[in-house]
T-cell receptor, first 110, second 115 residues
Framework: DQQVKQNSPSLSVQEGRISILNCDYT??????FLWYKKYPAEGPTFLIS?????DKNEDGRFTVFLNKSAKHLSLHIVPSQPGDSAVYFC?????????FGQGTRLTINP | GAVVSQHPSWVICKSGTSVKIECRSL??????MFWYRQFPKQSLMLMAT?????????EQGVEKDKFLINHASLTLSTLTVTSAHPEDSSFYIC???????????FGPGTRLTVT
């Protein structure tokens, strides 16, 4: 049962443009969401999070939007930079654990 | 802050041998640590939750006798892959959480290759 889904395995964006990564969830009990970024052969690093009491959280070039009625969240990166090329995971806490989506590989083209 | 280290970063071992991977929280105490496995081009698979001073809780399908987890202190958890086989070759990542936060802080990972 995949409670957190990232339906796009990959995304390619031109440098300077906006990258939009999407994530859907099925468990309406989730009340907090996190985005992690992962480079090859490294551990994930925390990027940004959002509580379900908010619909938007912004941190520099990164903004996460939450649509609770649609059970959907998205991560916007603007402007996209070459160093943003990585795999992005959305996750939600359940008990002590984090439930991860499958990840989306973002490639920023020069 | 919240730095997690892993050692070794990569290891090659022969089939049938055992290998131990260490996970340390460097600047905080972690009552709970997590062990993940990542196959190429796949998501993170949670293997087990490690609680300091108690037995680890394994996810369904993970062999607890094969993947031994010890969390002897608030800053150290170890994963021992026993009687390793080539199919155990993977990227193993640990993480640690703060008691008051949902966030988990991940180690850099360990690449295990079993020949």
């Amino acid at each position: 049962d995949q409670q957190v889904k990232q339906n796009s395995p990959s995304l390619s964006v031109q440098e300077g443009r906006i990258s939009i990564l999407n994530c859907d969830y099925t468990n309406s009990m989730f009340d907090y969401f996190l985005w992690y970024k992962k480079y090859p052969a490294e551990g994930p690093t925390f990027l940004i999070s959002i509580s379900s009491i908010k619909d938007k959280n912004e941190d520099g070039r990164f903004t996460v939007f939450l649509n609770k009625s649609a059970k959907h969240l998205s991560l916007h990166i603007v402007p996209s930079q070459p160093g943003d090329s990585a795999v992005y995971f959305c996750a939600a806490p359940r008990a002590q654990k984090l439930v991860f989506g499958q990840g989306t590989r973002l490639t920023i083209n020069p | 802050g919240a730095v997690v280290s892993q050692h070794p970063s990569w290891v090659i071992c022969k089939s049938g041998t055992s290998v131990k991977i260490e996970c340390r929280s460097l600047d905080f105490q972690a009552t709970t640590m997590f062990w993940y496995r990542q196959f190429p081009k796949q998501s993170l698979m949670l293997m087990a939750t490690s609680n300091e001073g108690s037995k680890a809780t394994y996810e369904q399908g993970v062999e607890k006798d094969k993947f031994l987890i010890n969390h002897a202190s608030l800053t150290l958890s170890t994963l021992t892959v026993t009687s390793a086989h080539p199919e155990d070759s993977s990227f193993y990542i640990c993480s640690a959480g703060l008691d008051y936060s949902y966030e988990q802080y991940f180690g850099p990972g360990t690449r295990l290759t079993v020949t």
